[in-house]
Structures are given as structure tokens and as C-alpha cells.
């Protein structure tokens, strides 16, 4: 009887030891322990996110917006974390189509940040760029300027609006904190409450400019306020000037020959903390 007992007991453990094996197994690891998600940050004011994996999954959120096309010599490699966009100086980009409901619209202030390594491009190269608005320009760009050179990047955010007489604001800056050809996390942003653009470097403001919707009134430049943005936005291009790809483009337009990743957009100005804490929990999650 002790015998049985015995063995018995050898079987119950054995299948204990394989039934807590075979879960060890099957249990996926979570990729952010002990480690901060970036997409809590600000997450309800979360509108777009790029992670740039692939074609395909170079899109992971962003209402009303979908994945087009691939063009030219644009590809993917390992970047910032995962995978990253690769432009090139001859022709690369990619397209997305803008559904009419996108949140894009809506947007009367906005947050975009994301990581790009890039040299110079010997000209000005279209990073991001939402269509609509000016018919040059278009709704929103975030753009490397021709002043950039091996010491530091030359950074250049535009924005439309289309409810005041001046339509068209930008912010410029070139830093030394935009570093040339090695990884930078940038974020660009416009401030409603304080007609503000700013222009950040590693979780830090390194140019602040304040925006006005037309002349003196009375003595006094009205304040851009909240935005609105041109409705006949119908597509977004990573890499490329527009005109690049029909045919006017112009000597000075290049393709953005770096690499770009984690491109976040919101539809809030985020505060200099949440920046902060952005780039913070970017570079716990780091290839």
C-alpha cells in the first residue's frame, strides 16, 4: 500500500511539474516591465501613432487614417526602437489616406514628437507633412531646413490656419541640441491658450515663439488662439515634398534622407512636464 502511496505521489508531482512548465511557456512576456509605456502619456490626447514597423504596420493608431503606398527607395530598418522609416536623397516616401472623419480636424492645438538621426539634406526635406490648407505648404509640416549642416540640424514646424488673415505660422530653429546624424527625440508643438509654437530637444524647450492672427488692432497683434485647420486634408506624406512627386518641384526641395520613429501626434499642447515625462519613458523602452 506504502508502495502505491508512493508512486502515486511521484505521478501527482510529475504532472504538476508539467502543468506549471507548460504555462511558463504559453505566458507572454511583458514587453514594458519595469518600464514606462510612452502611449500612457497624455494617452485620452492621443490621436496618431507611427511606430514605422513595417508598410504595413507603420500605423498602429490614427482615426481615419490608413496606409497607402510605399514609394521609391523608402524602407525599414532597425531604429530607435523596433524598427524605423529609412528615406533616402533620391526618391522615398510614404502615403496615407485621410478619411474625411479623422480626428485631424478637429485639432485646435496639437503635439507632434518623434525620434529621427539624420545628416543634412543639402536642402529643405519635408519629414512630416498633412496636406490641405495652403496649397504649397499644406496643413501641418515638421520639416528639416536647408541650414542644417554636420554641427547641428536646422529645425522648421509650419502650421495652417485657415480662420485668420495671417494663415500660415512657422517656428524655425537651428540647435546644437538637434543633433546631426545621431538620435534625437523632437517634439513640435502649438499652445491655444498661449498662441505659442515650441521647438523641443530630449524633453527639453529650446525655442519658444508666440503667434498673432494679423497686423496691429488698435495698437496691438491679435493673438493666433485655438486653430482650424483646412478640411480638404486627404493625405499624409512621410519623406517627401508633394511637389517632389508631381513633377513642380522646386531646386531647393529634397527627400528626407534620415531615419524617423515613434512619431506620436496629439490633439492637445502637451505641458513642458509631460514632454519631459514623454522623452523619459521614451528611453526606458530603447532598442
Keep these: 500500500m506504502k508502495k502505491i502511496n508512493f508512486l502515486s505521489l511521484i ?11 507548460t504555462s511558463c511557456k504559453t505566458e507572454e512576456p511583458d514587453p514594458y516591465e519595469g518600464k514606462t509605456n510612452p502611449s500612457t502619456i497624455a494617452a485620452s490626447n492621443l ?12 500605423i498602429e493608431l490614427g482615426s481615419g487614417v490608413t496606409y497607402s503606398k510605399t514609394g521609391g527607395a523608402a524602407s525599414f530598418v532597425v531604429g530607435r526602437r523596433g524598427n524605423a522609416y529609412k528615406g533616402a536623397t533620391t526618391e522615398a516616401y510614404l502615403e496615407y489616406n485621410v478619411a474625411s472623419t479623422n480626428l485631424f480636424k478637429n485639432m ?34 515638421f520639416m528639416l531646413e536647408g541650414g542644417s549642416n554636420a554641427d547641428s540640424l536646422d529645425i522648421k514646424g509650419y502650421l495652417y490656419n485657415s480662420t485668420t488673415e495671417w494663415k500660415g505660422q512657422d517656428i524655425r530653429k537651428s540647435n546644437k541640441a538637434f543633433l546631426s ?5 523632437i517634439v513640435y508643438s502649438y499652445n ?3 498662441s505659442t509654437e ?4 530630449n524633453g527639453l524647450p529650446v525655442a519658444t515663439s508666440e503667434r498673432y492672427a494679423g497686423p496691429e488692432n488698435g495698437g496691438v497683434q491679435p493673438p493666433l488662439g485655438a486653430i482650424t485647420f483646412g478640411t480638404d486634408m486627404t493625405k499624409i506624406l512621410i519623406g517627401a515634398w508633394p511637389q517632389l512627386l508631381d513633377g513642380t518641384g ?11 520613429d515613434e512619431l506620436r501626434i496629439y490633439d492637445k499642447a502637451l505641458t513642458d512636464d509631460e514632454v519631459k515625462a514623454l522623452y523619459d519613458a521614451e528611453i526606458t523602452v530603447i532598442n
Design 11 to 21: 505521478a501527482f508531482v510529475a504532472i504538476l511539474a508539467s502543468v506549471s512548465f
Design 47 to 58: 490621436v496618431a501613432y507611427f511606430p514605422f514597423e513595417s508598410a504595413t504596420a507603420s
Design 108 to 141: 485646435s492645438e496639437f503635439t507632434m514628437g518623434a525620434w529621427i538621426k539624420t545628416p543634412p539634406a543639402g536642402g529643405a526635406a519635408d519629414i512630416f507633412q498633412l496636406n490641405g490648407g495652403d496649397s504649397f505648404m499644406g496643413n501641418l509640416v
Design 181 to 185: 546624424d545621431k538620435w534625437v527625440h
Design 192 to 194: 491655444k491658450t498661449t
Design 198 to 201: 515650441t521647438l523641443y530637444a
Design 250 to 260: 522646386q531646386d531647393w526641395m529634397r527627400f528626407y534622407p534620415g531615419l524617423l
